[in-house]
């Protein structure tokens, strides 16, 4: 004679076999009545289904109460990991490196041509010197000089500037424009070294 496994239970003598425990009921060794098979206690981080399972509290909720239906919202945009047991395991995300807290309480993205290399900061970092950033900048080498293309100059502010009329730019990035030849003239940033080439200029 060997007792009934755990979650079964035998109400009767000299039988073969122990019956299981039903509506996922638990029940201990060697029960001797459906009596002996309770529900389970859903513990602290974890809720009742409707099918009385326990289950464990979903992300960013918690459930310091046993045998509960529901469980418990964190606030304000905090973070917590599956199955958590208090409210105390509700934390602020942390926000990395190319973003910032906003007063939400949300993590966003640094805007374009700011930078943040700290973690967990209220704001963001200006790129200096007119250089130019994406967004979600990690560093101070993410900002870097707008590319002046042909057309364009550089200034000594770091601005990328168009040619001044009756001059051209058929080269990136530098910072100065050249005077177009024999009295011709030009729009300033519409000439470039194809414009040059068909004799775009104008008389």
């Known amino acids: 004679c060997k007792d009934c496994p755990v979650d079964t239970y035998n109400d009767k003598e000299d039988t073969t076999e122990c019956t299981e425990c039903p509506d996922n009921k638990i029940s201990s060794e060697g029960s001797k009545s459906i009596s002996d098979c309770k529900l389970e206690i859903c513990g602290v981080g974890k809720y009742r289904t409707a099918q009385n399972e ?3 509290c ?3 909720t918690y459930n310091d109460k046993e045998d509960m239906t529901e ?4 606030p304000d945009n905090k973070k917590s990991s599956g199955g958590s047991k208090s409210i105390s395991d509700c934390k602020l995300e942390i926000c990395g490196k190319g973003k910032y807290r906003t007063k939400q309480n949300e993590c966003k993205d640094c805007p374009v ?11 963001c970092t200006q790129c200096p010197d007119n250089k130019k950033s994406s967004g979600g900048s990690e560093s101070l080498s993410d900002c870097k000089l707008e590319v002046c293309g042909v057309g364009k100059y550089r200034t000594e502010q770091n601005e990328c500037k168009d040619c001044p009329v009756d001059t051209y730019n058929d080269k990136e990035n530098t910072t100065e424009c050249t005077q177009c030849p024999d009295n011709k003239k030009s729009s300033g940033k519409d000439l470039n070294q194809y414009q040059i080439a068909n004799s775009k200029f104008v008389e």
């Open 113 to 123: 041509d700011t930078y943040n290399d700290k973690e967990n900061t209220t704001e």
């Open 71 to 74: 469980c418990t919202q964190c």
């Open 58 to 60: 979903p992300v960013n």
């Open 54 to 56: 326990c289950k464990d």
